[in-house]
């Protein structure tokens, strides 16, 4: 813990996190080190199965 680079309050400003996110029933497929949308009820490009998020039944 002793070697984190303490950062600057000015820094944490440029910090741009998420992005657009995925409608329901979409997950992420990583092929080659990239993010590839992909419907959850649907294999990935290369056969692998899709990481999808849990949807809350409570929505």
């Known amino acids: 813990m002793k070697n984190?680079?303490?950062i600057k309050r000015t820094e944490?400003?440029?910090i741009i996190g998420g992005?657009?996110?995925l409608p329901d029933?979409?997950?992420v497929?990583?092929?080659?080190g990239e993010q590839v949308p992909t419907p959850c009820?649907?294999?990935c490009p290369n056969k692998m199965?899709?990481?999808c998020a849990w949807?809350?039944?409570?929505k």
Do not use: S
């Open 25 to 27: 029933g979409w997950g």
């Open 41 to 43: 009820d649907q294999l």
């Open 12 to 14: 944490l400003k440029a």
């Open 49 to 51: 199965q899709p990481t």
């Open 19 to 21: 992005g657009e996110p």
């Open 4 to 6: 984190l680079k303490k």
């Open 55 to 58: 949807m809350d039944p409570g």
């Open 29 to 32: 497929c990583y092929i080659k």
